[in-house]
């Protein structure tokens, strides 16, 4: 990078210095006969649209102009001459900013030159260890017949029909109740206290301890209370170790009645016609799962050692920008969920819980950049093409639908970065040392 650019016959002069591994400081000089036409502009316009008493509409003098709106036009002209010429300094000076610059500039004067700073983010310099026999972990990918059993199981239970029981039925475990409640501590209602048609697996142990089992004995519409303690390590301190008396009403009895493991409980899962199908297929998720676990291991792991030994500042910048993109993607999916006021709590805790693994996305981001090019690993138009054309067959869609559908450039962009990625990482797993595990 050149010290310094431009020359004395530009309307501009840039002095580039660096002042660290990840910021540049850009001196800007804008010459006084280009801040003087910006100062015409600003009075000519200003000109045709105040008005002052005593003269006619487009015709206040410029000195009377001056009087009573100096300040506001210097002010507005030190933000306009910044926008028209950072682009051109940034330019000039060969620097490429991560984040938005943060500038410091004087007031402008008619007639002088006009002088601002601008510190911008630049990527840091990554020099890279040896990646050849970097230690990382792959956990085997094994699935057992136990675990098998244990997802047809779970399968059974999700797509047990809930049934009312006969209207004298007696509540035991097992049955899943539906009650309104209200809860008192001290006489008095407390938040998060009550509850309509609520529903309670009696047994399953997911509420208060002690609450499913007073609900034993119970028929639908009987009225009765029950009494409880809150745990000492209950999530709320509010309540932890407080007594509670909750009026409940009965509202109905249900039991879940689990089908039998058969081929016809196969076919009424899908396509299958028969219970083995259905059991391979239990088998082929698990193992895909668990390769994309083991996978997943692998590259952390990898990655885990690349970066305890690559060492470099990153720019700030790059992190806030990497979080605020985890935390806008965050409120889109809790939007209209959620209370606002909830949300904007729930993100500033996130904010700082986040930070952390922000700036691990962005370390990672700059490591692989720097081993694509160290190794000239690239991604070519065809495999973009490649991918796009799969992710429309896995979704049913028209290749075109798609690429419309998800933005064509900015969609192909992040599509390249992803498989660049990739590639990386899959040459780094070819160059690693890698240790086989049980341990999943």
């Not at 956990?139 to 059974?156: G, I, K, T, Y």
């Not at 998720?285 to 590259?299: C, N």
């Amino acid at each position: 990078m050149t010290p310094e650019t431009g020359s004395q016959n530009d309307s501009i002069r840039v002095t580039a210095s660096e002042e660290s591994a990840v910021a540049t400081s850009l001196a800007v000089e804008v010459d006084a006969k280009r801040v003087g036409k910006a100062f015409d502009r600003a009075y000519r316009d200003l000109g045709r649209k105040v008005q002052v008493k005593g003269f006619r509409p487009g015709k206040v003098p410029r000195p009377v102009l001056e009087k009573l709106y100096a300040a506001s036009v210097a002010e507005q002209l030190e933000q306009v001459l910044v926008a028209e010429t950072l682009g051109e300094a940034i330019e000039r000076s060969g620097v490429e900013p991560v984040a938005e610059p943060a500038i410091d500039a004087e007031t402008p004067a008619d007639g002088a030159d006009f002088r601002y700073t601008a510190r911008v983010e630049v990527k840091p310099e990554v020099v890279l260890p040896d990646t050849k026999g970097l230690p990382a972990i792959r956990p085997a990918v094994d699935v057992s017949e136990e675990e098998v059993a244990d997802q047809l199981e779970a399968l059974r239970r999700r797509n047990a029909p809930v049934l009312e029981e006969p209207e004298d039925t007696e509540i035991e475990e097992g049955h899943v109740v539906t009650v309104d409640f209200v809860g008192r501590i001290g006489g008095a209602t407390f938040e998060g206290g009550s509850g309509q048609g609520v529903e309670i697996e009696v047994g399953s142990g997911r509420f208060i301890p002690g609450f499913e089992g007073q609900l034993v004995g119970a028929k639908a519409d009987a009225d009765i209370e029950i009494h409880v303690t809150f745990p000492d390590a209950y999530a709320n301190p509010d309540l932890a170790g407080k007594a509670a008396v909750f009026a409940c009403h009965v509202v109905a009895v249900k039991r879940s009645h689990i089908p039998d493991l058969d081929d016809e409980f196969a076919k009424d899962m899908g396509d299958f016609d028969s219970l083995d199908a259905l059991r391979e297929r239990v088998r082929e998720d698990l193992i895909a799962a668990r390769e994309r676990e083991s996978k997943h291991v692998l590259r952390n792991t990898l990655m885990d050692a690349l970066i305890e030994r690559t060492v470099f500042e990153v720019p700030a910048g790059m992190v806030e920008r990497q979080l605020e993109r985890q935390l806008r993607s965050a409120y889109q999916r809790l939007e209209g969920q959620v209370p606002e006021e909830a949300i904007a709590s729930q993100l500033e805790q996130w904010r700082e819980q986040w930070r952390e693994r922000a700036e691990r996305d962005v370390r990672e981001t700059l490591i692989l950049e720097a081993v694509a090019r160290a190794n000239g690993i690239e991604v070519d138009d065809s495999e973009v093409d490649a991918r796009i054309e799969e992710m429309a067959s896995q979704q049913g869609m028209d290749v075109a639908a798609l690429r419309k559908a998800l933005g064509e450039e900015s969609f192909a962009r992040a599509l390249r970065a992803q498989l660049a990625d990739e590639k990386v990482l899959d040459f780094l797993v070819g160059e690693a040392k890698v240790a086989e595990t049980t341990d999943t």
